[in-house]
T-cell receptor, first 115, second 114 residues
Framework: KAGVTQTPRYLIKTRGQQVTLSCSPI?????VSWYQQTPGQGLQFLFE???????NKGNFPGRFSGRQFSNSRSEMNVSTLELGDSALYLC??????????????FGPGTRLTVT | AQSVTQLGSHVSVSEGALVLLRCNYS??????LFWYVQYPNQGLQLLLK??????LVKGINGFEAEFKKSETSFHLTKPSAHMSDAAEYFC????????????FGKGTMLLVSP
């Protein structure tokens, strides 16, 4: 069974631009969560989607948005990029909530560098 | 609100020595606790989880953790370190209800020397 795939793996953008990251969950998984990982703040939850609906959102500005498609694939978008948005963005998929019952499987991440 | 504190951003051990990575949590409800491992340039992999069954939880690769409610701790141990254990380890907590999320600690880098 293929794991969680994230594209692209590496990305360099300029301040003020916008970026879209993609996540394909494991086949049969309907829940997708996004996390931001930085050396300073560690792993922080961005949002979770289940059955095309955002079910939970972390404490991030509105520049961060996402969506989930009918095939469970998910995208996240960051507009008006800032230097502080440089991070590893991780996607995790699971069969569904809650996390106590269903393991989250993480992708390798997209490394975003903002210059 | 939930939180996790991992004591020690770096832990160094010799190959064959005991591994002990510390995790303390704060939660207003009975927690669900997890340990993840991250190898360089990879995502996180679940090592083990506590979901209110046995307090001693056995995971993959010889790791285990013990839930101690009185100490609000969930320390990760392995009797004998292997070079391949060198990685970053994250403790996480969830209240386990509905669409609850994982709250991660800052991580502990485990260094294993020959």
């Amino acid at each position: 069974k293929a794991g969680v795939t994230q594209t692209p793996r590496y990305l360099i953008k300029t301040r003020g631009q916008q970026v879209t990251l993609s996540c394909s969950p494991i086949s049969g998984h309907r829940s997708v969560s996004w996390y931001q990982q930085t050396p300073g703040q560690g792993l922080q939850f961005l949002f979770e989607y289940f059955s095309e609906t955002q079910r939970n959102k972390g404490n991030f500005p509105g520049r961060f948005s996402g969506r989930q498609f009918s095939n469970s694939r998910s995208e996240m978008n960051v507009s008006t990029l800032e230097l502080g948005d440089s991070a590893l963005y991780l996607c995790a998929s699971s069969i569904g909530p809650p996390v106590s019952s269903y393991e989250q499987y993480f992708g390798p991440g997209t490394r975003l560098t903002v210059t | 609100a939930q939180s996790v504190t991992q004591l020690g951003s770096h832990v160094s051990v010799s190959e064959g020595a005991l591994v002990l990575l510390r995790c303390n949590y704060s939660s207003s409800v009975p927690p669900y606790l997890f340990w993840y491992v991250q190898y360089p340039n990879q995502g996180l992999q679940l090592l083990l989880k506590y979901t209110s069954a046995a307090t001693l939880v056995k995971g993959i690769n010889g790791f285990e953790a013990e839930f101690k409610k009185s100490e609000t701790s969930f320390h990760l141990t392995k009797p004998s370190a292997h070079m391949s254990d060198a990685a970053e380890y994250f403790c996480a907590v969830s209240d386990g209800y509905g669409y609850s999320t994982l709250t991660f600690g800052k991580g502990t880098m485990l260094l294993v020397s020959p």
